[in-house]
Every structure is written in structure tokens, then in C-alpha cells.
């Protein structure tokens, strides 16, 4: 493997206000004698590094800051605290629809997202294989995202994802709502991204599938890395939480 960082972490840390008192409202806030928001720190002090060729799984339990961790990677947060480093370029889709535009069309999306990698809205070949390998209707593409299940909103973002030739693969649950069908070719084709020698984070509640795809992994608890390095291990300490 290429010793390359394309991911550094150092001391990152995350917090959001939250408004944790049902406060909707100016009439609702100025009846209240306390600021109703509180800063709540999600991810504290994350430090960890991704080589090239990588694939690093991300575990946790439900609300533990994987999705979070992922938006931070992606740009879309800024931390509090702490410096990070990403020197590879990735698909700006993470969670099942995140990142696609729910007004317009599966068509609309693959044209946007393709100029948004720097490739022609012509690029016929690329769109091609978006279609062919969601495997989504003509009559569907057409359709607004807003209105697709969670299983095609899926099909579309992954196959969207692997259409272009970033360096870091991102894939966040988006197994888990697919059909049978879809999930064993979404993992072959993970495979063939891999041999290619991609970098891949995986966010999965699967460690059976997360030991397939990946080299490594973390374990989040509370915003926390509470245990980080081989796969096979990491899922254990995540399988021994329950
Ligand atoms: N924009 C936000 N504002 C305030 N709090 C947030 C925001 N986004 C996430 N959180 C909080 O951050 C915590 C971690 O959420 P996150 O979505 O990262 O968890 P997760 O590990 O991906 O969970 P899951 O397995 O359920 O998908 C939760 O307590 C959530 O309420």
C-alpha cells in the first residue's frame, strides 16, 4: 500500500448549537429566562490518517458522529477545533440523497454533479453508465428525486459516485436500503474500486460486510474514537458493544 496521507485528522473537534428546549419562536424565546441552545460537542479530538489505496470502515452506534465525520471530510462542517488535510477529490454524495437535488430530475442530478467533477454535460459515456448501472427506468430519471423511494434515490447517488474517477470513494448506508440485486452489485463493484487502488471510506451498521471491503476501520463511541486499526478486530470490539 502507497504510504501517501490523502485523509489527516489532528485534534479535530465538532460541536452544534442545538435548540434542545422546543423554542420555535421570538415570542417563545423571550419567554424563556435561559438561552434555550446549547453547544454539544460531537466529535472530540478525532485524529487519524488514510493512506492511498486505503479502505478505512467507519463503525458506531446510532448518533455516535459517523455521518458527521463523513460531512466534515466533505467539507461541509467546519471544526471547532483541530486541522485536517484531504488530498484527493471525492463525490459530493454521502448519505442515502445527500448531496443530490431533490427538485430536479435523476437526469438533472447526474448532468449537475458531472460538471461539478469537471466533466462535460455531453459526456455521453459517462451518463451511460450512470443509467445502465442504476438500473432506473427512463420515466423515473425524469421524475424529480423529491418523489423516489429510498431504495432509487440509492441507486442513482452510488451510481453516480463511481461514474467519475475521484481518488476517494465515500459510501455512507447506502447498501442497507438496496435490493438484494442491487447490494451484491454495488459490492462487486466496491471490489473493482478497490483493486483499482481508491481509497474508500465505508460507513456501514455491517461489520460482516465491513471485514469484506475494508483494511481498517474506527470505532466511534460518543464522538470519540474509542478503537482504532485492523477491520477484523475493530468489528469484533463494534459486534461486542451489543
Ligand atoms: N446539524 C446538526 N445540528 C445539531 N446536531 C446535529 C446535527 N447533525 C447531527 N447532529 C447530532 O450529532 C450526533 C451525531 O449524529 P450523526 O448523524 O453523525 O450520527 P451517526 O453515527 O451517523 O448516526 P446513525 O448511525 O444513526 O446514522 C447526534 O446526536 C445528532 O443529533
Same mark, same amino acid.
Request: glycine letters at 4%; charged letters at 20%.
Given at each position: 500500500?502507497?504510504?501517501?496521507?490523502?485523509?489527516?485528522?489532528?485534534?479535530?473537534? @465538532? /460541536?452544534?448549537?442545538? *435548540?434542545?428546549?422546543?423554542?420555535?419562536? +421570538?415570542?417563545?424565546? @423571550? /419567554?424563556?429566562?435561559? *438561552?434555550?441552545?446549547?453547544?454539544?460537542? +460531537?466529535?472530540?479530538?478525532?485524529s487519524f490518517d488514510v493512506k492511498r489505496g486505503e479502505c478505512m470502515g467507519i463503525l458506531g452506534r446510532n448518533g455516535s458522529g459517523k455521518s458527521t465525520l463523513l460531512r466534515t471530510i466533505a467539507g461541509l462542517i467546519k471544526p471547532q477545533e483541530g486541522t485536517m488535510t484531504i488530498n484527493g477529490t471525492f463525490a459530493p454524495i454521502l448519505a442515502i440523497g445527500a448531496g443530490l437535488e431533490l427538485e430536479l430530475s435523476g437526469y438533472e442530478n447526474?448532468?449537475?454533479?458531472?460538471?461539478?467533477?469537471?466533466?462535460?454535460r455531453k459526456d455521453t459515456n459517462a451518463i451511460q453508465s450512470i443509467v445502465e448501472f442504476s438500473e432506473l427506468s427512463d420515466e423515473v430519471?425524469?421524475?424529480?428525486?423529491?418523489?423516489?423511494?429510498?431504495?432509487?434515490?440509492?441507486?442513482?447517488?452510488?451510481?453516480?459516485?463511481?461514474?467519475?474517477?475521484?481518488?476517494?470513494?465515500?459510501?455512507?448506508e447506502i447498501l442497507a436500503?438496496?435490493?438484494?440485486?442491487?447490494?451484491?452489485?454495488?459490492?462487486?463493484?466496491?471490489?473493482?474500486?478497490?483493486a483499482e487502488g481508491k481509497t474508500i471510506l465505508f460507513v456501514s451498521h455491517f461489520p460482516d460486510d465491513v471485514v469484506k471491503i475494508c483494511d481498517t476501520a474506527i470505532l466511534l463511541e460518543n464522538g470519540v474514537i474509542s478503537h482504532?486499526?485492523?477491520?477484523?478486530?475493530?468489528?469484533?470490539?463494534?459486534?461486542?458493544?451489543f
Open positions: 500500500m502507497n504510504t501517501e496521507n490523502l485523509i489527516s485528522f489532528d485534534n479535530v473537534t @465538532v /460541536s452544534f448549537w442545538q *435548540n434542545n428546549m422546543g423554542v420555535h419562536s +421570538i415570542k417563545d424565546l @423571550v /419567554s424563556h429566562r435561559k *438561552n434555550p441552545f446549547t453547544n454539544k460537542t +460531537i466529535l472530540k479530538n478525532i447526474m448532468n449537475l454533479l458531472l460538471s461539478l467533477y469537471g466533466k462535460s430519471l425524469r421524475m424529480p428525486t423529491k418523489r423516489y423511494s429510498s431504495g432509487m434515490l440509492a441507486r442513482l447517488a452510488f451510481s453516480i459516485s463511481v461514474a467519475n474517477d475521484s481518488d476517494i470513494l465515500i459510501i455512507d436500503v438496496g435490493d438484494q440485486g442491487f447490494q451484491v452489485k454495488c459490492m462487486e463493484k466496491i471490489y473493482q474500486v478497490k482504532r486499526g485492523d477491520a477484523k478486530i475493530i468489528c469484533e470490539q463494534y459486534k461486542s458493544l
